[in-house]
């Protein structure tokens, strides 16, 4: 990009952020000892700051000549992808800024003590810094000097400060695994009690006018097109087709079992490059419920498809609707009685990487724009509630302190300190 004064989205004189740019993958070079000690330097000095929900940098890197390729080539993919969906996270944060300013307004028109008024448009504010500090928060994810103590106001427990995390699956690896596991976890937990209360009700007895109810694996792809792009068909599946799809099939339950109010399912979205670098996004659909055969599976996705806007406009009736005559890919298989099944549902949203290699920054930053801000799981009414934990302390109390505290340097004694509250704007 040229100089301040000739980028459109900003004010002349309007200070912007510098991107988090390295040259990927043709134009890397290797970087010199005195470059690699600067960059060293950089990445230990900022900290996490953590009001609310937000992992904002406490003071901006500084750069000083050229930018030098790190050795973890994911920073370098990770700074490259952050240059590519800078624009798009400067309008999603000034959307935020507009709605928090609206809050406000509303809270000062309704009469609202001055202490709320200041804090009505927190979640909105709280979102805007998260797209403004996106990829400083993934690179300094657990490097920051402050962590979250948990202790138990009975009786003073606390275990160990737990380092922050930047909370964003799509780009950090860790926070990826990390909640995966808890999810999963989660899901599973849930999974266990339905089947077990449909076994009380006599849902597995295979004397049933419908048969017995089993799990129940779907995955639902979008069939070829390459006149679609990665945000169209991320687009098609996961916001139009899903809709109609879910309804649809709820719709079915109801006639053809008197016990459909019963059903539970889960649903996760997945993302892979595919084979034209395109992208393929799948949903992968667990239930379980009676038995469902895969023809009455593919009429439903073709509905659900037809409805999203996938096919070639035809005259049907009076009315021009989109009409799709192709093969559908679509798996139904039954699952086994265990935990198997339910790791192919809950495992990682988006794939980036392919045979080895990083996927290309530029193809990625147009799956996280489509995926930013989308519900990527969920579950039926009260599914997901079933595998909650009642979180209790040794001593059997549930009631827990939650701060943020300073981790204190390595070789010294000091307790840790409480997180000053930061003073109103």
């Given at each position: 990009?040229?100089?301040?004064?000739?980028?459109?989205?900003?004010?002349?004189?309007?200070?912007?952020?510098?991107?988090?740019?390295?040259?990927?993958?043709?134009?890397?070079?290797?970087?010199?000892?005195?470059?690699?000690?600067?960059?060293?330097?950089?990445?230990?000095?900022?900290?996490?700051?953590?009001?609310?929900?937000?992992?904002?940098?406490?003071?901006?890197?500084?750069?000083?000549?050229?930018?030098?390729?790190?050795?973890?080539?994911?920073?370098?993919?990770?700074?490259?992808?952050?240059?590519?969906?800078?624009?798009?996270?400067?309008?999603?944060?000034?959307?935020?800024?507009?709605?928090?300013?609206?809050?406000?307004?509303?809270?000062?028109?309704?009469?609202?003590?001055?202490?709320?008024?200041?804090?009505?448009?927190?979640?909105?504010?709280?979102?805007?810094?998260?797209?403004?500090?996106?990829?400083?928060?993934?690179?300094?994810?657990?490097?920051?000097?402050?962590?979250?103590?948990?202790?138990?106001?009975?009786?003073?427990?606390?275990?160990?400060?737990?380092?922050?995390?930047?909370?964003?699956?799509?780009?950090?690896?860790?926070?990826?695994?990390?909640?995966?596991?808890?999810?999963?976890?989660?899901?599973?937990?849930?999974?266990?009690?339905?089947?077990?209360?449909?076994?009380?009700?006599?849902?597995?007895?295979?004397?049933?006018?419908?048969?017995?109810?089993?799990?129940?694996?779907?995955?639902?792809?979008?069939?070829?097109?390459?006149?679609?792009?990665?945000?169209?068909?991320?687009?098609?599946v996961f916001r139009r087709a899903w809709k109609h799809f879910r309804r649809h099939f709820k719709t079915w339950l109801q006639t053809v079992d008197h016990a459909g109010d019963q059903v539970r399912w889960y649903m996760a979205k997945e993302w892979t490059a595919g084979s034209d670098r395109k992208g393929h996004p799948h949903i992968h659909f667990w239930f379980w419920g009676p038995f469902i055969d895969r023809d009455i599976v593919c009429d439903i996705w073709r509905d659900a498809l037809e409805r999203a806007g996938f096919?070639?406009?035809?005259?049907?009736?009076?009315?021009?609707?989109?009409?799709?005559?192709?093969?559908?890919?679509?798996?139904?298989?039954?699952?086994?009685?265990?935990?198997?099944?339910?790791?192919?549902?809950?495992?990682?949203?988006?794939?980036?990487?392919?045979?080895?290699?990083?996927?290309?920054?530029?193809?990625?930053?147009?799956?996280?724009?489509?995926?930013?801000?989308?519900?990527?799981?969920?579950?039926?009414?009260?599914?997901?509630?079933?595998?909650?934990?009642?979180?209790?302390?040794?001593?059997?109390?549930?009631?827990?302190?939650?701060?943020?505290?300073?981790?204190?340097?390595?070789?010294?004694?000091?307790?840790?300190?409480?997180?000053?509250?930061?003073?109103?704007?």
């Amino acid at each position: 990009m040229e100089a301040h004064g000739h980028d459109p989205r900003y004010r002349e004189g309007e200070a912007r952020p510098r991107p988090f740019c390295e040259p990927w993958p043709s134009e890397a070079r290797v970087a010199t000892p005195a470059e690699s000690d600067g960059a060293t330097a950089r990445e230990a000095g900022p900290s996490l700051d953590t009001r609310g929900i937000t992992r904002q940098l406490l003071q901006e890197p500084t750069f000083s000549g050229a930018p030098a390729v790190e050795a973890d080539p994911r920073v370098a993919w990770v700074r490259s992808l952050g240059f590519h969906t800078e624009a798009h996270r400067e309008r999603k944060a000034r959307e935020h800024r507009r709605r928090a300013r609206g809050k406000r307004l509303l809270a000062r028109a309704a009469g609202w003590p001055e202490r709320e008024i200041r804090t009505a448009g927190k979640w909105h504010d709280d979102r805007a810094r998260g797209q403004e500090f996106r990829t400083a928060n993934v690179l300094g994810c657990g490097k920051g000097v402050r962590a979250i103590e948990v202790r138990c106001q009975a009786c003073g427990q606390s275990r160990d400060p737990a380092p922050m995390r930047c909370g964003v699956g799509i780009l950090c690896l860790h926070c990826r695994g990390k909640l995966a596991s808890t999810r999963r976890a989660r899901v599973e937990r849930a999974r266990e009690n339905v089947v077990r209360a449909g076994r009380r009700r006599g849902l597995c007895n295979r004397s049933r006018p419908n048969g017995a109810w089993t799990e129940k694996l779907v995955t639902l792809t979008l069939p070829h097109d390459p006149s679609l792009g990665v945000g169209d068909r991320i687009e098609i599946v996961f916001r139009r087709a899903w809709k109609h799809f879910r309804r649809h099939f709820k719709t079915w339950l109801q006639t053809v079992d008197h016990a459909g109010d019963q059903v539970r399912w889960y649903m996760a979205k997945e993302w892979t490059a595919g084979s034209d670098r395109k992208g393929h996004p799948h949903i992968h659909f667990w239930f379980w419920g009676p038995f469902i055969d895969r023809d009455i599976v593919c009429d439903i996705w073709r509905d659900a498809l037809e409805r999203a806007g996938f096919g070639e406009l035809a005259l049907v009736g009076r009315k021009f609707r989109h009409v799709y005559d192709g093969d559908l890919i679509v798996d139904v298989k039954k699952l086994r009685p265990g935990k198997g099944g339910m790791y192919e549902v809950v495992k990682y949203i988006v794939k980036d990487r392919e045979a080895g290699e990083l996927v290309d920054p530029a193809l990625f930053a147009e799956v996280y724009e489509a995926l930013d801000g989308m519900r990527t799981q969920q579950g039926s009414k009260g599914f997901l509630q079933l595998g909650d934990l009642e979180a209790r302390c040794d001593c059997g109390e549930r009631c827990f302190h939650v701060r943020v505290v300073d981790i204190p340097p390595k070789g010294t004694q000091s307790e840790h300190r409480e997180r000053p509250q930061a003073a109103p704007s």
